[in-house]
């Protein structure tokens, strides 16, 4: 069973700091995806990385795949209210696009 | 509007009741899912579906039937509801083949409530 370790499970800061999310696996993924869930929603694709050592940005959003693609990070500059959410990380693997694997998430509160 | 659409929104049943989800996606996909995410937040894969055929059973119970009349549909009974099924299920749908470049598209949930 593959599994996605995300850290911290919660994070609470005030509007205008900067935070990194992290997403560590001992599994090699083909590809990782980051998405956001709010209340009662469901979880909104952010990105997908794809290439080991991967960044790719999303206006204040940093997302970086590790060299060895069994890791990710999501860093945000100057957090903002509108910011708040679940965080998940999910992992598809192998040769099979059928299934992804996501981890436990983050809840970011970011606070005016 | 483009998305996926799940229904009910809410569902509050009793031990021992019979229920069903459904879902449908206008998205042009092949692939459809369920997860079920528990009180911490946790999604998990239960079934997953490309062109109507079953092609990922994650353990479930098999009071969980899904079922999928064609590939823009997938359904999901559930027999003999207890107290461990309260949880939010989620529908979600993919390309296949592309699912690993292009993500999933969530529907926004049907939190069942078994009292």
């Known amino acids: 069973t593959q599994l996605l370790e995300q850290s911290p499970q919660f994070l609470s800061i005030q509007e205008g700091e900067n935070l990194t999310v992290y997403c560590n696996s001992s599994?090699?993924?083909?590809?990782l995806q980051w998405y956001r869930q709010e209340p009662g929603e469901g979880p909104v694709l952010l990105v997908t990385?794809?290439?080991?050592?991967e960044v790719k940005k999303l206006k204040r959003l940093t997302f970086q795949f590790g060299d060895a693609r069994k890791d990710s990070s999501l860093h945000i500059t100057a957090a903002q209210p509108g910011d708040t959410g679940l965080y998940l990380c999910?992992?598809?693997?192998?040769?099979?696009?059928?299934?992804?694997?996501f981890g436990k998430g983050t809840l970011l509160t970011v606070n005016p | 509007d483009t998305a996926v659409s799940q229904t009910p929104k809410y569902l509050v049943t009793q031990m021992g009741n019979d229920k069903s989800i459904k879902c449908e996606q206008n998205?042009?996909?092949?692939?459809m899912y369920w997860y079920k995410q528990d009180s911490k937040k946790f999604l998990k894969i239960m079934f997953s579906?490309?062109?109507?055929?079953?092609?990922i059973n994650e353990t479930v119970p098999n009071r969980f039937s899904p079922k999928s009349p064609d590939k823009a549909h997938l359904n999901l009974h559930i027999n003999s509801l207890e107290l461990g099924d309260s949880a939010v299920y989620f529908c979600?749908?993919?390309?296949?083949?592309?699912?690993?470049?292009?993500?999933?598209?969530f529907g926004s949930g049907t939190r069942l409530t078994v009292v």
């Open positions: 979600a749908s993919s390309q296949a083949g592309q699912g690993r470049n292009y993500g999933y598209t």
């Open positions: 599994s090699v993924f083909s590809s």
């Open positions: 990385v794809v290439t080991g050592g």
């Open positions: 999910a992992g598809a693997s192998g040769g099979s696009n059928y299934k992804l694997t």
């Open positions: 998205l042009g996909h092949d692939t």
């Open positions: 579906y490309n062109n109507k055929e079953l092609i």
